[in-house]
């Protein structure tokens, strides 16, 4: 069956600025499954899972009072090279994908929307069904 198509068929644009504002401000949580968090303890050396809260929907990571991710210090991810499926894959997020109208909304939030790499169809889906997964798996 044809793929349907959609408003990002020939690809859009996105390159990470590192600009942090995914990771830091309003409240919001980074859900992470079993194999992450131990991942994370292994890198960071944490024993303890101090750096977890209990949600509805599982595990996130915690935030600082200012509502910044507890891994996010001077402008950098503390645990870039192995962060969450739930940050990898933004912004190919179901919700910013699901119309152009909500990229556009997205792209109010992140300025690395419309610059930099070229990312194909495929490359978007494949991204996508790897956030689909992890919702799936909630
Ligand atoms: S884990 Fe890293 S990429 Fe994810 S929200 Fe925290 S600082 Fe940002």
Redesign the pocket.
């Known amino acids: 069956m044809p793929e349907p198509n959609t408003f990002f068929d020939q690809g859009v644009k996105f390159e990470c600025t590192q600009c ?1 504002l ?3 401000g309003e409240a919001g949580q ?1 859900l992470v499954n079993q194999q992450e968090i131990e991942q994370i303890k292994r890198v960071t050396g944490w024993l303890s899972e101090e750096f977890l809260r209990d949600v509805p929907d599982g595990k996130s ?1 915690i935030e600082r009072d200012n509502g ?6 001077e402008r ?5 090279s192995i ?2 499926t ?3 894959t ?1 912004p190919f997020w179901v919700r910013n994908l699901r119309s152009e109208a909500a990229w556009q909304k997205a792209s109010e939030d992140c300025e690395g929307i419309g610059r930099g790499k070229q990312y194909s169809k495929e490359e978007i889906l494949t991204i996508l069904g790897e956030e689909i997964d992890r919702l799936d798996a909630e």
Not at 68 to 73: A, L
Not at 76 to 80: A, F, K, N, Q
């Open positions: 942090g995914c990771c830091t980074v990571l910044d991710c507890i891994f996010f210090e950098r991810c503390l645990i870039h962060k969450p739930q940050c990898r933004y």
